[in-house]
RNA sequence: GGGCGUGUAGCUCAGUUGGUUAGAGCGCGUCCCUGAUAAGGACGAGGUCACAGGUUCGACUCCUGUCACGCCCA
């Protein structure tokens, strides 16, 4: 026996019990572990930022990453799956400001790095215990005992490692980043927190003049214009823009000439009269224009003091013209690096003037602004001066606004390894395709190095120990012991306020950590690796096992994760680090906005899971584009609608079963092998077909895809062989046909149950828990997925019985235009087809057509003149190539052929037609026969197919019909009483004389359908019961139950 | 501003190498069926396939441009 299934179950609670089963019986370890023979197939878990709760995104990346290796391990692969924890950088920094109270990084410090470091530490965990709980009620599958942190010391090791070899291949360097700086606090600020503190303020706007040197025109200058001023002793180039146009005008005043952008000449001269223009330059012509330093400072810097060309010149404000001053500005550092033009950096950490520029040394820059002018108008060189007023950013702390400039950073050099990155690329699947093949290859195409220091406190430390008398004599330690062994230290702990203490001395010489800690895309991007304490500990294992089988993220982390994983791996060993990967769309709210807290525009997950179940959102996000890089609108209907319309057909089909089998007492170990009913068959193969779409999808790593085919077949499962079979479950006597039908629902049920187990785990484990029997494995999860090995595929039947579906769809379709509701029985439907061996496929299968419209008989005929008439239609596919330009006239033409043609072209001979002067010869590929019903007639055709109806009403079909009417009527009251589908009966009647004749001659099927002892007229008097409408006869019906 | 993607019914989405009548589900309307009942079926209304050009006998599909939205970058 079975446990008994309600129909009306309650999924999230079914759900929560199939929680408590899998961790009684330990069933996640054992799906892995039962694996240990099979092939590795090896899953990285991208490290999520535990600073927050688990959104849709990380759901939805949840959900992919435990199907895809629930669907490995049931293919017979070992997959271990460990989770991972990202728990440095800022996200988590800033939590941990916020709870103590900190503004900035200066603040950190002044609190103490230590203080700071073990509050993040201690923040990390906060919110492990809750995304634990979110994930697993999500039904995934995720080690979190044997999970890996990123502030864990082997998996810091390991970072160690990596950088170690980077810097053995030469590809650590330092240079420089502009950054915003706080000059009060002494130290550089990151973009993020610049943002925070804008003010508006007024500062200078200078335009100043810079002497040409071997200009076609005699005493001519270029214009530049800052609102800097104490920039310009460490100018060293100006820049204009290749595609822009430039004057060199002769000032009529003065005689001067000057060179700006053509678009800003209006900004200095009111009127055209005061100027006369010389020439017109595109930017490109002036690149490499000699001009005579501003100031003297640094005369000898190579390169310098020429035009530079770069696009970012914009001509909306100034003169067109950039001045350069490399070490305090982004596009500065960025164009002067590129003509190979070495910073000056002529201030010290106060921001003031060191003696590299004698004329200003100890004056604080700002304060410079006035002297430097002063000394621009003197020398002549001052062509304008006003004031501006704009939004600058300002220290968050101490109000003092904050200085760009040059700041010492880490870089891995990356672009020499794009070639190599590219090729390592071309080897990995992507799904979607496109995101691999263009988006992450462009993105290689044009990697830049890689800055990978930060300024920060919580993270990997840099291993590289500075001589501080010789900034260029450095040591870069890989591992602990090494440390250990240097400086006689030892180390448990590899964070910033620890590793810092620690001094290297060797050969006389002291060594200091240089400050800055680790991106930490570098840490995630290490993750292979380090998760493993490679190469320390599971070497062997590690290299057998890299690069991954698979991975999962959003399209976001095409310049994170993918990115990083890329160029280390590439660098490392010359491979990709993963070799297929499955990229999901961001999660929208239903507004299509972003979702957002604070506009409450999307339902809580844990309430949408409570409501429908895990099963039911997983279904939703897997069934949607999402999967395939698209953006989801996150909608709740949306799971509701994958809750109604696949799930619950589905339980109800298990509902069905179990109830019928337990009535019947029937049990798995009566089940037959034979399969002699077409239905059975039919389902068989219909499953069989599903076992084949999943795994090909699957395969391809289309989860969508793999989906798709699920909605068919549950259709297929419930409101056709079900609907159809159902006779067969409650036919009283235990025939054969019976036993048979018993043996294919379960197997059927068995089946599904392990086909859809990776994608809705719950609801499979539940009816394969029910229904398993001793000897199989003990939880779904353990079983092998079918494959097409085991499929029992009849295509021949398959397309047989989409025709007889379509001759019923037909044939309702007629009832409907008719009016004649199924339950009136019509005497005969006509069923004609021109392919006899198609006919005779369909005639197998009478019984169900003529049970399903309710009609008598079904004739079979292969001439369809008496129902229809038939049209040719070109077959454009065919024509088209053929005919080319002549297609169109060819259109009426075949359109009026006449019947004889199109049978005799039907029947292979080749007609030929002029068009045009020109004979064109038909065959039966070139058309394709279109059946039109007969005017007046309940005749339907569709393809090869007509279905035709015999609406004439008899006086003995009419009381059928009126037998049909009175069992539904009982059938309804049964329901009404809620009475056991076993519970016999007692009817009662009273009605007219048709009604009367209406049961006298259908008795026996009156009381078998309703299981009723006994059906008769109750006295005249007796007025109990309910009154019906009969097809027009009112009549009274009354049920007593039997005992 | 650049790269990539998306734009098809009121909504969510399918649409195979270009082939004439562009599909499904939800919602709406009408009817039907029912021991799958938190259902099911049929029919109907609803589309200038974002827009504009081009290639072709033929374009939702290929090409170019424009617009809107998304992700990433600047």
Redesign the pocket.
């Known amino acids: 026996m079975f446990s008994d299934v309600s ?5 999230p609670g079914m759900e929560e019990e199939v929680l408590k089963l899998w961790a009684e019986q330990d069933i996640f370890k054992k799906s892995v572990e039962s694996r240990k023979e099979g092939k590795e197939f090896v899953f990285y878990d991208g490290p999520p930022f535990a600073t927050g709760l688990p959104h849709y995104g990380h759901l939805l990346a949840g959900t992919i990453k435990d199907i895809i290796p629930r669907y490995q391990a049931m293919r017979g692969h070992y997959v271990s799956r460990r989770f991972g924890w990202d728990c440095h950088g800022l996200p988590i920094e800033a939590l941990a400001q916020e709870a103590l109270g900190l503004a900035g990084a200066p603040a950190i410090q002044e609190a103490g790095v230590d203080v700071f470091n073990e509050q993040c530490r201690s923040m990390v965990t906060t919110y492990v215990e809750e995304w634990e709980k979110t994930v697993t009620r999500m039904g995934r599958w995720v080690d979190f005992k044997n999970d890996y942190k990123t502030m864990d010391k082997n998996f810091m090791e390991t970072i160690w490692w990596v950088f170690s070899q980077l810097w053995e291949q030469d590809r650590i360097y330092k240079a420089h980043r502009i950054m915003p700086y706080s000059w009060k606090l002494n130290t550089p600020l990151s973009n993020f927190e610049a943002g925070r503190n804008y003010q508006d303020v007024q500062d200078p706007a200078i335009t100043v003049r810079v002497r040409l040197l071997d200009f076609e025109f005699e005493h001519a200058s270029a214009l530049i214009w800052t609102t800097t001023p104490w920039t310009l002793p460490g100018n060293l180039a100006i820049c204009a823009g290749p595609d822009i146009d430039y004057v060199a005008l002769k000032d009529k005043e003065t005689h001067e000439v000057f060179v700006l952008a053509a678009a800003r000449v209006s900004a200095y001269y009111k009127k055209e009269e005061e100027y006369e223009i010389l020439k017109t330059f595109k930017g490109s012509e002036l690149e490499g224009l000699k001009y005579e330093p501003i100031f003297d400072f640094f005369g000898g810097n190579p390169h310098s003091f020429q035009i530079l060309n770069d ?2 010149v914009s001509t909306e404000d100034g003169t067109g013209i950039v001045h350069m001053a490399p070490a305090y500005g ?2 500065d550092y ?1 164009v002067c690096r590129g003509y190979d033009i070495p910073l000056v950096d002529p201030l010290d950490e106060d921001c003031k003037f060191t003696g590299l520029v004698p004329d200003y040394e100890g004056e604080f820059c700002k304060d410079a602004d006035k002297a430097i002018i002063q000394a621009l108008k003197h020398g002549g060189k001052l062509i304008y001066q006003s004031t501006i007023q704009h939004s600058y950013p300002f220290c968050e702390r101490t109000d003092t606004p904050l200085i760009y400039r040059a700041i010492d950073a880490w870089y891995v050099r990356v672009e020499d390894l794009r070639e190599r990155m590219l090729k390592n690329n071309a080897g990995v699947h992507w799904t ?1 395709d ?2 691999g093949e ?2 992450f290859a ?2 290689l195409a044009d990697a ?1 190095d890689w800055n990978i220091s930060r300024n920060r406190f919580w993270g990997s430390c840099i291993p590289l120990w500075v001589n501080v008398d010789d900034k260029d004599d450095i040591i870069c330690v890989s591992s602990c012991e090494q440390l250990e062994e240097l400086s006689g230290v030892k180390v448990d702990d590899l964070h910033k306020h620890h590793v810092d203490k620690i001094l290297i001395e060797k050969d006389g010489k002291t060594y200091k950590r240089t400050p800055e800690v680790l991106d930490c895309w570098f840490e995630s991007g290490s993750m292979p690796y380090a998760q493993n304490h490679y190469p320390f500990e599971n070497k062997e294992h590690f290299e057998a096992n890299f690069p991954a089988d698979f991975i999962a993220e ?3 982390q ?3 994760w993918f990115y990083t994983l890329m160029v280390l791996s590439t660098a490392l060993f010359d491979k990709p680090a993963f070799k297929n990967v499955v990229v999901n ?2 999660v ?1 709210a ?1 507004d ?3 979702m957002s807290k604070r506009l409450k525009n999307y339902p809580d997950p844990m309430n949408v899971i409570n409501e429908y179940g895990a099963d039911a959102l997983r279904l939703y996000m897997i069934y ?3 999967v ?6 996150m ?1 709740e ?2 799971v509701k ?1 994958s ?3 696949l799930l ?2 589905w ?3 298990y ?2 079963f179990v109830t019928y089998a337990n009535i019947d007492e029937w049990t798995p170990a009566q089940s037959v092998p034979e399969r002699d009913n077409l239905m059975d068959r039919w389902i068989q193969s219909s499953l069989a077909r599903l076992e084949q779409q999943v795994s090909d999808a699957m395969d391809r790593y289309d989860l ?1 895809a793999s989906v ?1 085919p699920f ?1 068919q077949f549950i ?1 297929d499962l ?3 062989y ?2 159809r079979s ?1 006779r067969r479950f ?1 036919k009283s006597e235990d025939d054969t046909d019976k036993m048979q039908a018993y043996s294919t629902l379960y197997e059927v049920l068995i089946g599904l149950s392990k086909i859809a187990a990776p994608f809705t785990p719950f609801i499979s484990e539940t009816i394969y828990q029910n229904l398993k029997t001793d000897d199989m494995p003990e939880s779904v999860h353990l079983c092998d997925f079918p494959t097409a090995a085991d499929a029992k595929r009849d295509e021949v039947l398959e397309g047989q019985m989409a025709v007889v579906m379509s001759a019923v ?1 037909q044939g ?2 007629l ?3 008719y ?1 004649l ?4 029985p019509l005497a005969k439907m006509h069923v004609v087809c021109d392919d006899e061996k198609l006919l005779a496929n369909i005639q197998a299968l009478e019984s169900l057509i003529s049970d399903e419209l309710n009609v008598r008989t079904v004739e079979f005929s292969t001439d369809s003149s008496e129902l229809a008439t038939i049209q040719a ?9 053929k ?6 006239k060819a ?1 009426p033409l075949i359109n009026s052929l006449t019947d004889e043609q199109i049978a005799s072209i039907s029947a292979g001979e080749t007609v030929a037609v002029e068009l045009e002067g020109k004979t064109i010869e038909l065959t039966s590929s070139d058309i394709e026969v ?1 059946r039109n019903p007969k005017e007046g007639m309940a005749v339907s055709a569709e393809g090869s197919l007509v279905v035709g109806l015999d609406t004439q009403l008899t006086e003995g079909l009419l009381t059928e019909g009126l037998a ?1 009417e009175f ?2 009527k009982i ?2 009251m ?2 009404e ?5 076993i ?1 016999r009966i007692h009817i009662g009647f009273k009605g007219d004389e048709a009604i009367g004749t209406a049961v006298a001659k259908y008795g026996n099927y009156i009381e078998a ?3 009723a002892l006994s059906c008769k007229a109750q006295s005249e008097e007796d007025e109990t019961g309910m009154q019906w409408d009969l097809n027009g006869h009112a009549c009274f019906l009354s049920i007593r139950t039997a005992s």
């Not at 395939?628 to 609108?633: G, I, K, M, N």
């Not at 005919?883 to 169109?888: E, I, S």
């Open positions: 129909s009306k179950v309650s999924f696009d970012f982004e596009d960025r979607p496109y995101v263009k988006r462009n993105w830049k959003g399209l976001d095409t310049r994170g769309g961001m929208l239903e299509g906005l972003k949607s584009p999402v395939r890089a698209e953006s989801l609108r909608s209907e949306g609608h809750l109604r319309h619950l057909p339980w109800n089909a509902s069905f969508q798709r909605v259709e419930t409101n056709w079900i609907r159902r409650w769809e309702r379709t009832r409907g235009e009016k509701k199924n339950r009136q239609k070109p077959n454009f596919k065919q024509l088209g190539p005919l080319g330009p002549l297609m169109k259109v279109v049909r069992v539904n059938q309804s049964r329901k009483m809620d009475l056991e589908v519970q359908e309703t299981l």
